[in-house]
Each structure stands twice: as C-alpha cells, then as structure tokens.
C-alpha cells in the first residue's frame, strides 16, 4: 500500500518516513520509533525502526559524510573511501524517502568530495614515487 503526501498528492512507497518530491512528513510516519501522533511518554523498545526526525534538518548521515570529506583533506585522503560509503548510503536513503532531502547536498559533497579526493591522494602517490625513482643516483658516494 502506498502512501500519499498530503502536500503535493506524490505517490511514495509504504514505508516511507518523508515525500520524496516535497520532503513532507507523511501521514503514519514514525519519528524515533514512535507514532507522530503518540504521546511524548510512550517509549520504543527497539522492535520498530527508527525514521528520521521531522524537524527539517539534515540526517546524521549526511552530516558524517560531509565531516568525513572534509577530514580527507587534512589526513592524506584516509577516510575519503568512508566518505564516498556513508555518502552514497545517505543518497540511497532520501532517495527511497527513508530521510529528508536537506542533507542532499551533503551527502552529494560526501560522496563526489571522497571520489576527488581518493584521486588526487593516488596521483599524489605517484607523483612522489616518480620524484623520488627520478632523484635517486646510481653512485651513493658522489658528491
């Protein structure tokens, strides 16, 4: 069964937290495990899954993919792989509707900023590998 936003009329599918054209909450979306129109007192005991919050902002995701990418820069490129991972993830997610569009760009940044970074660490790499073959000589003892 498929539900539909309120919103814009959108179709999404049944387990979707959010309207993958507008980003609108759907109807019978769970936020943290719990029904959006439960009371506040009622708490989930980890047998229903957790949909991201309502409150418009960007996923944890998205936000650890941007933090990874830009790690990347300053660490020689080490967690850009786990950028381009979290960020591609993330990308699948919002697409599914399954977490809000406001992370979209961070998850984009994550995942590209990880594919430009890896590139550049390895023909770094080999750039330092040539200089390094290039600037060795055959006689040790000359001067």
Request: proline share 5%.
């Amino acid at each position: 069964m498929k539900k539909t936003c309120q919103k814009c009329g959108q179709e999404n599918l049944a387990e979707a937290a959010f309207c993958r054209n507008c980003s609108a909450p759907l109807a019978g979306a769970q936020f943290g495990g719990q029904p959006a129109n439960a009371a506040p007192n009622q708490q989930n005991f980890g047998n229903q899954p957790s949909a991201p919050e309502s409150s418009g902002g960007a996923s944890t995701q998205a936000v650890v993919a941007l933090a990874l990418v830009i790690g990347s820069l300053f660490c020689c490129g080490l967690t850009a792989v786990p950028a381009m991972a979290v960020g591609w993830l993330e990308l699948g997610a919002i697409k599914r509707g399954e977490s809000s569009k406001d992370g979209l760009m961070m998850a984009q940044i994550g995942l590209w900023g990880g594919l430009a970074v890896s590139i550049l660490s390895i023909l770094g790499v080999i750039l330092y590998l040539f200089v390094a073959i290039a600037t060795v000589d055959s006689d040790p003892y000359a001067f």
